[in-house]
């Protein structure tokens, strides 16, 4: 399935950096980031379940935000592009 990951970290500490880039690595692992915090990714119903177990672990619930949008066809079908279009392909889900 594919699956579009938004992120909003909230960086007001120093220390929030490290945070920041666990989100970052874990959605790296499962997808292809297209914008600073966005990420696509085709992945199993496991993968996804274990992506997101990952990350409400990893984030400060008072603080961040993170939205998981699923589509019932690729996100290419239901994507529209306007300016530049960065070619990459989403691929195929990723055993993990």
Known sequence: MDVLVTYDIATDKKSDAKRLKRVSDLCAEYG?????SVF???VTP???AKL???LEDTIDWSRDS???????SS??????TLGVDLD???GNPWIL
């Open 32 to 36: 292809q980031r297209v914008q600073y």
């Open 75 to 80: 996100i290419q079908e239901a994507k529209t």
């Open 40 to 42: 696509e990714c085709r």
């Open 52 to 54: 997101r177990a990952d």
């Open 88 to 90: 990459h392909h989403t």
């Open 46 to 48: 496991a993968a996804l």
């Open 66 to 72: 993170i939205s998981l949008y699923r589509f019932r």
